[in-house]
């Protein structure tokens, strides 16, 4: 082999099932895989490669230091693999740190295809290359944000929420972690929209979007699925856990994480206290939900099973006064009882 067709080479630093929907095609591309950040670390100092790709998944603890490796040993190209609930640390990771260095150059997010990686070595080739993968790459961007985000709240959407739940709980299923999926509607929602107009309604979706997604967790997820119903996914967070704090999150003797239970109390308050003379004349009272909590691994073990049952407890809600969250297996349980 030629030294431009060894430089035309990717490698794949990693465990790449599930990462590419189309890695049965592997073949076709000049790739090599290298199972370990270690193995990668040597593989990329002893050959030439046009792009370094690293799967996220596992290199909890070691990330920093091995891109760092790879920045140091190679002129690739660092394209990081991120699964969803990765993205916020992989898109600090491409932007500049103070002393003006970048630890990758860019990162897509997985399931993805291996020829979106492999279209790297050909931008290699010339300026116009480069400059025409740069344009798909902010189509592809801007197609996904429409795909995955509500268009009035700004929020994730459905299909986004359903997809990322499923990551987490399989990434939970395999590391010992936890999932919480929380279920919930504006109460007396078509009463705003009919005395004070759809504007007005709007505006409801729009603030209480704002006002959760203030309460939670930067890593959690927030989401409206349909009308005036949200979802939100709290989970573990995207590094390993440790210390007193995450072992007492853990505790089995905690149903459902405290955080959860913290946030949804906290959105309750920050709801009820809306000015709602800003929605006009006829927007009297205050602002409640109805919901419901339903936890991995006590309530269900797949993502169909959560939403399942956390909306036959938010139901419940809803028949027994509204105003309320209910844990899921806990009928009449509402978290404003929990301590």
């Not at 809600?317 to 349980?333: C, D, F, M, T, W």
Request: aromatic share 6%; net charge neutral.
């Amino acid at each position: 082999m030629n030294k431009g067709a060894e430089s035309s080479r990717v490698l794949l630093v990693g465990g790449i099932g599930g990462v590419f929907v189309d890695a049965e095609s592997a073949r076709r591309y000049p790739c090599e895989v290298a199972g370990s950040l270690l193995d990668g670390l040597d593989r990329a100092a002893r050959g030439s490669f046009s792009v370094v790709g690293v799967v996220m998944d596992g290199t909890a603890g070691q990330l920093h230091s091995a891109l760092r490796a790879l920045r140091n040993g190679t002129h690739a190209r660092i394209v990081l693999l991120a699964r969803m609930y990765e993205e916020p640390v992989a898109r600090r990771l491409v932007e500049q740190e103070p002393e003006g260095s970048k630890l990758a150059d860019e990162y897509l997010v997985c399931p993805t295809r291996l020829a979106f990686l492999c279209d790297r070595v050909e931008a290699g080739a010339s300026p116009e290359a480069r400059a025409d993968v740069a344009r798909l790459e902010r189509r592809l961007r801007y197609l996904e944000y429409l795909a995955t985000t509500d268009d009035l709240t700004g929020l994730k959407n459905r299909r986004y929420v359903l997809e990322f739940a499923r990551q987490v709980l399989d990434r939970a299923q395999r590391r010992g972690g936890r999932l919480t999926l929380l279920l919930f509607d504006i109460d007396n929602f078509k009463h705003y929209n009919d005395v004070c107009g759809h504007l007005a309604g709007d505006e409801i979706l729009r603030q209480a979007g704002i006002l959760m997604r203030r309460c939670c967790r930067p890593h959690d997820v927030v989401a409206r699925i349909g009308g005036d119903e949200f979802a939100a996914v709290f989970w573990d967070g995207p590094h390993p856990v440790g210390g007193s704090v995450e072992r007492d999150r853990r505790s089995k003797q905690t149903d459902h994480p405290a955080e959860a239970i913290s946030v949804v109390k906290r959105f309750q308050e920050e709801l009820g206290n809306t000015d709602l003379h800003l929605l006009g004349p006829g927007a009297k009272g205050e602002l409640t939900i109805s919901g419901a909590l339903a936890s991995f691994p006590r309530d269900g073990d797949s993502v169909q099973a959560l939403f399942q049952r956390a909306d036959s407890a938010l139901l419940e809600a809803k028949r027994h006064g509204k105003n309320r969250i209910y844990l899921v297996g806990e009928p009449q349980s509402d978290i404003a009882d929990v301590s």
